[in-house]
């Protein structure tokens, strides 16, 4: 996931900086085989002819080996954008693990890429909800929320609930080291809720460890200018 989540802040790629690691040249070459169901995938959605596929797959591998693969080229995909390929693979995981995250974690990005934040909340708290140690997984909740937040008319309500976003990127600023975007995604929301200075700051703490920052100051100047989170993804 680091990766700067496309739907959230437009950098490309996302939270994950993922490579397809396989066991081997056949699995490579077993896993990205496209079927005619990849190209029209819908969240959760396995065709019996792709259940088959994925089952023969597990008989060779193993089906934890199975699941890492599809997995990591699940989040490649969504790193270069391809969002079909993307979900047929979340889809193949979730067919073998329905208690598997990633899959909900995937869906809920894929949607707030396309500004569905209300259905991208929903998907990311179950993904939450399935393992909620995970600190990319927490502030990618938190950032849609601040999304969320941003189209809120009542002044009041609107920074309560930036407040509970911020409050979880402090909780995490520990793994800023680790998963240097994260640090990024706070100063956008600092700014979207007015704070300026708190913004700048991180920017300055971005560019000392050689981040790539060129979205993220376009994304505050953008809020600076009275724009909001929202109309950056979706306008």
């Excluded at 934890?64 to 080229?73: E, L, Q, R, Y």
């Amino acid at each position: 996931m680091t990766h700067h989540l496309i739907p959230i802040t437009k950098h490309l790629p996302t939270i994950f900086a993922v490579t397809i690691c396989c066991t081997s040249s056949q699995f490579t070459q077993k896993l990205n085989q496209r079927h005619p169901s990849d190209m029209k995938s819908d969240f959760g959605i396995i065709t019996t002819a792709t259940k088959a596929y994925v089952d023969s797959i597990v008989q060779i591998f193993g089906k934890d080996s199975t699941i890492n693969n599809f997995k990591n080229d699940a989040w490649y995909f969504y790193q270069v954008g391809d969002f079909g390929h993307a979900i047929s693979r979340f889809n193949r995981i979730l067919y073998l693990d329905s208690l598997n995250p990633n899959p909900f974690w995937g869906y809920g990005l894929i949607l707030s890429s396309r500004c569905k934040t209300d259905s991208a909340i929903l998907y990311l708290n179950k993904a939450f909800g399935i393992d909620s140690t995970n600190a990319r997984l927490r502030c990618d909740l938190a950032y849609t929320l601040a999304v969320k937040a941003s189209t809120i008319s009542d002044s009041l309500i609107k920074i309560k609930e930036y407040d509970k976003s911020i409050a979880e990127f402090r909780n995490r600023q520990y793994d800023f080291e680790h998963y240097p975007v994260l640090r990024l995604q706070f100063a956008e929301i600092l700014a979207a809720a007015g704070d300026s200075t708190g913004a700048n700051e991180q920017l300055a703490l971005a560019k000392k460890t050689k981040q790539r920052i060129d979205n993220a100051i376009k994304i505050i100047k953008h809020l600076q200018q009275g724009g909001t989170l929202h109309s950056y993804i979706c306008d």
